[in-house]
């Protein structure tokens, strides 16, 4: 379980601090939404490990995670768009994922099964900026499953697909999130994504999370 027990945090200039209390359980989307600046992406920010805060916890399964710097923190972060390196084919882009020294073999190996399980099975040879919007989605997240890491965080990930698209891509992530165990935090401004993905939920309101409806 992912639980984070009054994180509190304020950007310079705030007087009164954000305070973060919610828990997350593995293998489930949980949601938070809240209006425009009521400071989503600062919550985010402070999972990932990009700001730190002035006090509380991040625990998954008991370890506290605020010590640790982003890169070691067992959190990976999917966006709107841009997350890929344009001019790398699909595949490398995947292979990023990887630990270091992985030997060829066994990272071909890998990137093939990665992009099979997101369904793009055959196109880890072309480059990314040929990718469509979704495809690209798919490929992020094929990396994401190489990562291996068990906290999800994901800013508004449907937000630049169509309609059909976002409702393949938000599919695979909760069939993802439910296979791999992740703990998977949703924030979006689209109660249909919520509501199809999200089995708890939080709302942003005066610095503070409450629970959802
Ligand atoms: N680096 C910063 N310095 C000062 N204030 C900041 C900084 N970053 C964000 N803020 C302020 O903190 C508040 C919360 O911002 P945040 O980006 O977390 O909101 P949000 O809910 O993600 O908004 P949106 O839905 O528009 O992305 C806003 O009032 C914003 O102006």
């Known amino acids: 379980m992912l639980r984070v027990e009054n994180l509190a945090y304020a950007h310079p ?38 700001l730190t805060p002035s006090a509380g916890r991040i625990e998954l399964d008991q370890q506290n995670l605020v010590p640790l710097p982003p890169e070691a923190r067992p959190v990976s972060l999917l966006l709107q768009s841009e997350s890929l390196f344009d001019h790398l084919t699909a595949a490398r882009n995947v292979g990023l994922g990887l630990p270091a020294g992985t030997g060829r073999m066994e990272a071909a190996k890998q ?7 997101v369904g793009l ?6 480059v990314a ?12 997240l094929a990396r994401t499953l190489l990562r291996a890491r068990p906290v999800l965080l994901l800013d ?13 891509v938000r599919e695979l992530v909760g069939a993802l999130t439910t ?12 109660a249909d994504d919520v ?19």
Request: no cysteine; proline share 3%; glycine share 10%.
């Open 13 to 50: 200039g705030q007087a009164e601090p954000y305070l973060f209390s919610f828990t997350a359980e593995a293998g489930q989307v949980t949601a938070v939404s809240g209006p425009s600046g009521s400071g989503k992406s600062t919550l985010l920010d402070l999972l990932a490990g990009f």
């Open 129 to 140: 900026s040929t990718l469509s919007g979704g495809q690209k989605q798919r490929v992020a």
């Open 195 to 213: 509501e199809a993905l999200a089995s708890r939920r939080y709302v942003l309101n005066q610095r503070r999370l409450v629970a959802g409806q």
């Open 156 to 168: 508004e990930p449907f937000s630049a697909l169509d309609d059909e698209t976002r409702m393949a």
């Open 121 to 126: 099975e055959g196109i880890g040879h072309q």
């Open 179 to 190: 296979r791999h165990a992740w703990h998977t935090i949703l924030v979006s401004h689209h």
């Open 111 to 117: 990137i093939d099964a990665a992009l099979a399980e």
